[in-house]
């Protein structure tokens, strides 16, 4: 099950299959990162307000992303040729919140691709939202290889540049030399 829909009902404990890392996994962690992965994370004011967040119309945050480079990205599998990054980004949480939007494909570059690309999204519910990069390997034959990926809440994200240190590895653990450079906006409306 897709934990974003309890959590927009304001429902933290979602039965997860713990076995098998992907895209549940990910958010899920990614939730409690807001509180350094100490427990309890509270709701969100607006979920506390019996507000629903399916109901809320005025867009409250712009968001914008830009996606800067990568650093020292691994191969999907040891004995591959190099990699042909690109990013895919992803907003969950509120219906009309969620979109999808990717990068370009930069081919034969794990070292260091260079992307400068950009997105702008307006939020209606950011309290509820929750950002993820996923980096992946193109295949044009085959399904294109998972390399690295980093989920947060909006509500955790500062405005500026930063250095995102990706989960890697078919357990997607922490990797200390695998990152995003990105810039990040965030303008109240």
């Not at 713990?18 to 309890?40: H, I, V």
């Not at 993820?132 to 909006?154: A, H, L, Q, Y």
Request: glycine share 8%; charged share 20%; with cysteine.
């Amino acid at each position: 099950m897709h934990p974003i829909i309890s959590w927009i009902c304001g429902v933290q404990s979602v039965a997860m299959n713990m076995q098998t890392p992907g895209e549940e996994l990910d958010l899920n962690a990614g939730l409690f990162r807001s509180n350094g992965n100490c427990g309890y994370v509270l709701k969100p004011e607006i979920l506390l307000k019996g507000v629903d967040p399916r109901t809320v119309f005025k867009p409250k945050l712009r968001l914008g992303v830009g996606i800067i480079s990568a650093q020292y990205l691994p191969k999907p599998s040891p004995g591959k040729d190099i990699i042909d990054p690109y990013v895919s980004v992803q907003i969950f949480g509120a219906p009309k919140d969620e979109m999808k939007w990717k990068t370009t494909v930069v081919k034969n570059n794990g070292f260091n691709p260079m992307w400068n690309q950009s997105f702008e999204k307006d939020l209606h519910c950011p309290e509820i939202a929750m950002l993820r990069f996923c980096v992946k390997d193109f295949d044009s034959k085959t399904t294109n290889d998972f390399v690295g990926e980093f989920s947060i809440p909006v509500s955790c994200i500062r405005r500026g540049y930063s250095q995102i240190r990706l989960n890697t590895g078919f357990q997607h653990t922490a990797d200390e030399s695998a990152s995003l450079f990105v810039r990040i906006a965030l303008e109240p409306m």
